[in-house]
Each structure stands twice: as C-alpha cells, then as structure tokens.
T-cell receptor, first 113, second 114 residues
Framework: AQSVTQLDSHVSVSEGTPVLLRCNYS??????LFWYVQHPNKGLQLLLK??????LVKGINGFEAEFKKSETSFHLTKPSAHMSDAAEYFCVVTVTGRRALTFGSGTRLQVQP | EPEVTQTPSHQVTQMGQEVILRCVPISNHLYFYWYRQILGQKVEFLVSFYNNEISEKSEIFDDQFSVERPDGSNFTLKIRSTKLEDSAMYFCASSEEGGWPEAFFGQGTRLTVV
C-alpha cells in the first residue's frame, strides 16, 4: 500500500518570496510521485513528476521538487511566488504497475501582495 | 491544448435516483478513470478502464457504480441509486497507454444528493 502526507493544510507567503510545500510518502515499492495543482473552478493540472530518473525534478511555472529516499520526502519548491500561484496543491503517489493515484489531503497556498 | 471535459458541472439529484456523469477524455488516450472528492476529504480513486473493461477498482466502487464507454468519445459513470453520502466532486481523467501513469483531469462534476 502507498500513502502521502502533506504536512501543511495551509501555507501563506508574500509575493516574491520562496514557496515550500511539504510532502512525505510511504510506499512498499518504488514509487512514482507527482504534484498536481488545482486552481478555483479548474481541473487538476500536473505540475511535475518523479519516475526514478533524476531526483531533482523541474516542472511548469518555475516549480521543482526533490525526491529524497532517505527522508521519504518529495517537497515542492519555487524560488519566488507569484500571485497566480495561489491554488490547492496535491502530492500524489503510485507504484509501478498500478494506474490508481493516491492523493494527499492538499495544501492551500495563499500569496499575499 | 487537448483537455478532458465533463458535463454537467453541477448536478442535483434526489436520493434513490440514478445519475449518469459524462466525460469526454483526450482523444488518443486509452486509459480512463473516475475519482471523487467528498467535501473536506482527499481525492479518492474509484475505477480505471482500459480496452473496454475495468482494469482496477477501489473498495468504494461497489455494485451501485458502473462505467461505460458507449461510443468512441464518451466515458460515463453511473450511480444506480444515489445516497446522501454520494455527494461529492467527481473527476474524470485519462492517460496514454504507455509511459508513466500521469493522468489528465477534467474540471469535475459536483454531485449533490438531496
């Protein structure tokens, strides 16, 4: 079985400051990890994915995440927040051979002007 | 850019009624999924569908649920006799056959059972 824990339900940052959204995972097998974003009234959009290649993964809109096996973490970062980054972010895990995605509970990112 | 579309965006139904949620996946995708999110809870996997049959389903996906691909473009989720606890946002998704299973999601149908 696999699971993800998003350590913060809400994160608030000022525009132009760094963003850190934390995610820890649990998996019996080699995981594939994803971050999805959901803007209000929009579908879930894939930000980035880790699939056992490079441990530092770059995604869209300047986001990146680092897979740390020793810490079972996959934190999402961005050097400088923009107002348009305000949304709900989901850390997601699956394992090789499965298509079902397991979602974390989500982190709501607020960006203050 | 291709996208997954879902209709309707909001549906209200009476308890015990049948409801069909509709989705048009991305045209060259071969895997189709339904997920749901009850208000305040996590997004949960319901079912995946490939080659005209269910390839994987969760414990939530019991006999009151069914899925169908009635033609070459639509993918539907039917709830036979709705309960109050079926009220949720239902997301359809699709993915390519090969590669990693990242899924492309629609914007969801909010189902309210009264």
């Amino acid at each position: 079985a696999q699971s993800v824990t998003q350590l913060d339900s809400h994160v608030s940052v000022s525009e132009g400051t760094p963003v850190l959204l934390r995610c820890n995972y649990s998996s019996s097998y080699s995981p594939s990890l994803f971050w999805y974003v959901q803007h209000p009234n929009k579908g879930l959009q894939l930000l980035l994915k880790y699939t056992s290649a490079a441990t530092l993964v770059k995604g869209i809109n300047g986001f990146e995440a680092e897979f740390k096996k020793s810490e079972t973490s996959f934190h999402l970062t961005k050097p400088s927040a923009h107002m348009s980054d305000a949304a709900e972010y989901f850390c997601v895990v699956t394992v090789t051979g499965r298509r079902a995605l397991t979602f974390g509970s989500g982190t709501r990112l607020q960006v203050q002007p | 850019e291709p996208e997954v579309t879902q209709t309707p965006s909001h549906q209200v139904t009476q308890m015990g009624q049948e409801v069909i949620l509709r989705c048009v996946p991305i045209s060259n995708h071969l895997y189709f999924y339904w997920y749901r999110q009850i208000l305040g809870q996590k997004v949960e996997f319901l079912v995946s569908f490939y080659n005209n049959e269910i390839s994987e389903k969760s414990e939530i996906f019991d006999d009151q649920f069914s899925v169908e691909r009635p033609d070459g473009s639509n993918f539907t989720l039917k709830i036979r006799s709705t309960k109050l606890e079926d009220s949720a946002m239902y997301f359809c998704a699709s993915s390519e056959e090969g590669g990693w299973p990242e899924a492309f999601f629609g914007q969801g149908t909010r189902l309210t059972v009264v």
